[in-house]
């Protein structure tokens, strides 16, 4: 059974970071599309960084360009988003997800992937 738990969250001034973690059981990441995720009070879900399978394509969205990087420990089987420069527009409720490739299924767009979280929520003080 797939299964991830995101960790990291918190509450932290504008101009801090954070780092969350997503941990996943009952699988391995590898073969795997990865994303992350969030969605703030009264707004739709938006995909924020997705990687491909074997990491050589990923996309994140304009608003997180230069500030969230996303790494991967196959060891620990955890994936990561580092959280640097935050805004208080950040907040939001975090989450990671994987998407099963195959059957037409591609790792983008950034959206509607297979399996979720929990979700962590972030909150961004200014």
């Known amino acids: 059974e797939v299964h991830l738990v995101e960790s990291g969250g918190g509450l932290v001034q504008a101009g801090g970071s954070l780092r969350l973690s997503c941990a996943a059981s009952g699988f391995t990441f590898d073969g795997y599309a990865i994303g992350w995720f969030r969605q703030a009070p009264g707004k739709e879900r938006e995909g924020i960084y997705c990687?491909?399978?074997?990491?050589?394509?990923?996309y994140y969205a304009d608003s997180v360009n230069g500030r969230f990087t996303m790494s991967t420990d196959n060891a620990k089987n955890t994936v990561y988003l580092e959280m640097n420069s935050l805004k208080p527009e950040d907040t939001a409720v975090y989450y990671c997800?994987?998407?099963?490739?195959?059957?037409?299924?591609?790792?983008?767009?950034?959206?509607?992937?297979?399996?979720w979280g929990q979700g962590t929520q972030v909150t961004v003080s200014s």
């Open positions: 997800a994987v998407r099963v490739l195959g059957r037409g299924k591609s790792w983008y767009p950034c959206a509607d992937y297979d399996y």
């Open positions: 990687i491909s399978p074997r990491h050589e394509a990923r």
